[in-house]
């Protein structure tokens, strides 16, 4: 074992004394080390690149070399010379070019980090399969600039069969593809960081398999579409952050499920709809930021709502609630107010129902009335048949009533006095009365008794349930009943021309 850690030298190997003056490069000497397990160099300030000896030291099960300032790039025998190596470990150095594909030569390999360089391609993923073991996986903060492939190293056909992967870091790759379905396959993933990219598309419903998850973090791309409702299934899921994207549509209320999140982040989306009530339930959330979406409605008041400010809530439509929100109080609107402003809505809905029932009705009859005649003057001009007054007597049974054409009250003649009917029928529906009735006795006809009590005292004939002293909408009811009292006296008018 050798270790120089922040310029101090540790190990068990004598033959290595030369290290203790060593200089900002590594030198090719470690090499020779053929026995050499474990070499960790790292948070030193070395330069330079590394000696190729070092990837065929065979013996080798750990090398890290991170935090330095090392550059250059990997070897392409990267692996074949390292068979045994369980890890490799050279964050944040200044290290470019491609990956090897060697590297499933290494198929012991349970920790490989290359994040925070300057690597410029995943056509290495293919070769990843082979490494059964890998449990951690991160090239974050590579500027990969491309898709995850979808034939060669593709994100499905790779790591999705690697099933002990446990770790999957891919953040600050400016990757623009979408997420792989098969991203599902790792059901044993504990975290899943691919934020700062420029990823699009739906979030895969596939999520749903990471039963094992505790951190996701999609964060900074251009997801768009709704939020699957299955996300709520990942009970054990304590991270998750979907800001700044193009999500829209409804929190689901399956996230009241998510009992062991802590912290949750949906702000910077076109998330619309209310704050779901479910949401009170996850008593263990420290962090929630809901801000620049379009929610509206009620702020609940529970858990984790009570320890939240008004920066939580920023910038969204119509909320309202608590003051230390920084939002308006809600209006709550008592069961009698909205029962008025229920029947105010049916009254104007029937009341133009049958408006337009009305209309219609008296625009075919009078159109059927021309054409009909225009048709009997036609047959009267051409014919100009003579009737004896047996034939007329004969045909209407000795001019019995029953025969007469229908009429109005007045016995004036009319084709259209079924219009007269349906001014009765109305006025019977909203007086709660019936034309035959009692109190219509004599002179006094349903028509007689609404014509009087109108245009100033309907009130006082119409259903007492429609307008009451304190209903808060009785102005505009009454002038819904005008309407409707008007167009049903005039069609009850003795004059059939006039009803036009």
Known sequence: MLMYFQHELKGRDPSVHYLNDIKREIPDELGNLKKLQLLTLTKNEFIGSVPASIFNLSSLKVLDRSLNKVSGTLPSNLGRGMPNLEEFHCGENNLSGLISASLSNSSRLRILDLSSNSFTALSFLASLTNCR??????????????????????????????STLRYLGLAYNRLNSSIPKTLGYLRDLIEFNISYNLLSGKIPLEIRNLKAIIFIDLSKNNFSGKIPSSLGGLDKLINLSLAYNRIEGPIPDSFGKMLALEFLDLSYNNLGGE???????????????????????????????????????????????????????????????????????????????????????????????????????????????????????????????????????????????????????????????????????????????????????????????????????????KQCLLSIMDLALRLTLVAPDVKN
């Open 133 to 162: 073991k890998l449990k951690v996986f991160s090239i974050a903060d590579n500027p990969l600039n491309g898709v995850l492939p979808v034939s060669v190293g593709s994100l499905p056909t790779c790591l999705g069969n690697i």
């Open 275 to 477: 704050i779901r009530k479910s949401l009170e339930g996850l008593v263990y959330v420290k962090y929630l930021n809901s801000s620049f979406n379009k929610l509206r409605g009620e702020i609940p008041i529970g858990s984790p709502f009570a320890n939240a400010t008004s920066r939580s809530f920023l910038s969204n439509d119509t909320l309202c609630g608590d003051s230390k929100f920084n939002v308006p109080a809600c209006v709550i609107q008592s069961p009698k107010r909205k029962r008025a402003i229920l029947i105010v809505y049916i009254i104007l809905g029937v009341g133009l129902l049958f408006l337009e029932l009305a209309f219609t009705y008296v625009f075919v009859r009078l159109r059927k009335t021309r054409n009909n005649t225009n048709e009997v003057d036609l047959t009267l001009v051409k014919r100009n048949e003579k009737i004896s007054y047996y034939e007329i007597e004969q045909s209407t049974e000795g001019f019995n009533e029953s025969n007469l054409l229908e009429y109005g009250q007045d016995r004036i003649v009319s084709m259209r006095c079924d219009v007269y009917s349906f001014g009765i029928l109305t006025m019977e529906i909203f007086t709660q009365t019936r034309s035959s009735d009692e109190i219509f006795t004599g002179d006094l006809s349903i028509q007689h008794w609404v014509s009087d009590s109108f245009p100033t005292e309907i009130h006082k004939v119409v259903d007492p349930n429609l307008v009451q002293v304190r209903d808060d909408q009785i102005d505009a009811k």
